[in-house]
C-alpha cells in the first residue's frame, strides 16, 4: 500500500491526547515508526523511555521539553531529538492545540517461534 488515508485510522485516547499510527509494520512499513500526535492546551504526553532515538517534529504550537528532568522551551516549527534511554515529557503550554509527529525505527519482528529446520 502506497497512499494511507489518515482519516480510516484508528485513533488512541488520553487525556487531552489523541494520536494515531501513521506508518507501521501493520500499515506495511518495515523499518520505521511514524506516530501522529494532537496535545489540547495544557495537556502532556510522557514518552516512555526507548532503547532507540526518537525525532519529534513539532508542527503547530509551542511547549516545554522535559528530557529527564531538564525542561526546554520550544516552538512550531522544529524538530525535538530524543536521545535514546531517555525519559521525556512534552507539555503543550500554548493556548492552541500542538501537533506532533514521531518517527523511530521499529523494533525488529519477533522471532518465529516453533522447531528449527532439519538439516
Do not use: K
Not at 502532556?44 to 503547530?60: D, K, S, T
Not at 521539553?65 to 531529538?81: E, I, K, Y
Amino acid at each position: 500500500m502506497h497512499v494511507i488515508d489518515h482519516s480510516t485510522l484508528p485513533r488512541l485516547y488520553g487525556a487531552g491526547r489523541q494520536r494515531f499510527a501513521a506508518a507501521s509494520r501493520q500499515l506495511g512499513a518495515i523499518s520505521v515508526e511514524v506516530w501522529v500526535e494532537m496535545l489540547e492546551a495544557n495537556a502532556r504526553a510522557e514518552l516512555m523511555p526507548h532503547g532507540i532515538e526518537r525525532v519529534v517534529m513539532v508542527l503547530a504550537g509551542h511547549g516545554n521539553l522535559h528530557v529527564d528532568g531538564a525542561p526546554q522551551r520550544f516552538h512550531a516549527p522544529c524538530s525535538l531529538m530524543l536521545p535514546a534511554g531517555a525519559e521525556c515529557e512534552v507539555i503543550n503550554i500554548g493556548a492552541e492545540s500542538m501537533q506532533l509527529v514521531v518517527t523511530f525505527l521499529a523494533q525488529p519482528a519477533p522471532a518465529a517461534v516453533g522447531p528449527s529446520p532439519v538439516d
